[in-house]
């Protein structure tokens, strides 16, 4: 039975929300508890600015999911590139715990160097199926490449 188009894109922006859920489940008590104590960099951005920075941005990677899937799971490039992509929402997820749930700074820069990666490879296998997916990843990309280097900032003053 083919899932019908409106109910992918559905299913692929929550999905891809649900990361952050999960994610805010490790950061929303270490907020106003842990993270307030880190010397922070010139450069930190207030705390107000990362949700609806990120709620955009799981909306975005949704939406690019979706034009890739849509295209039909039984083409290979397509398994490969949701795949990959499913894999890469763990790592984000992954991210959160780390930081804010293990509180391990070392261990999150780690992570999200990874998830660089994963991004740039998701831009490359995304611009192969749909030109428009991979573009939607380029906001998520440069977000992350600051998220980066403020991590590393953190890690280097805390």
């Known amino acids: ?11 692929s922006i929550l999905l891809s929300q649900l ?8 950061t929303a008590s270490a907020i106003s508890t842990w993270y307030v104590t880190l010397v922070k960099p010139d450069f930190n951005p207030p705390n107000w600015i990362f949700g609806p920075v990120w709620i955009t941005l799981y909306t975005l990677m949704g939406i690019a999911l979706y034009l890739v899937w849509s295209k039909g799971n039984q083409i290979p490039q397509v398994k490969t590139a949701t795949s990959i992509f499913l894999l890469h929402l763990v790592v984000n997820s992954a991210w959160s715990i780390a930081f804010f749930g293990l509180k391990n700074l070392g261990l999150a ?10 991004i ?10 749909n030109i428009w997916a991979s573009r939607l990843l380029w906001p998520y990309l440069l977000w992350v490449s600051f998220a980066t280097l403020l991590n590393f900032s953190l890690w280097q003053l805390n």
Request: charged share 15%; net charge positive.
């Open 109 to 118: 820069l780690a992570i999200i160097i990874v998830l660089w990666l994963m």
């Open 120 to 129: 740039v490879l998701l831009i490359r296998l995304f611009s192969k199926l």
């Open 1 to 11: 039975m083919k899932i019908k188009k409106p109910l992918l894109l559905v299913a």
């Open 19 to 26: 990361a952050g859920i999960i994610g805010s489940l490790a």
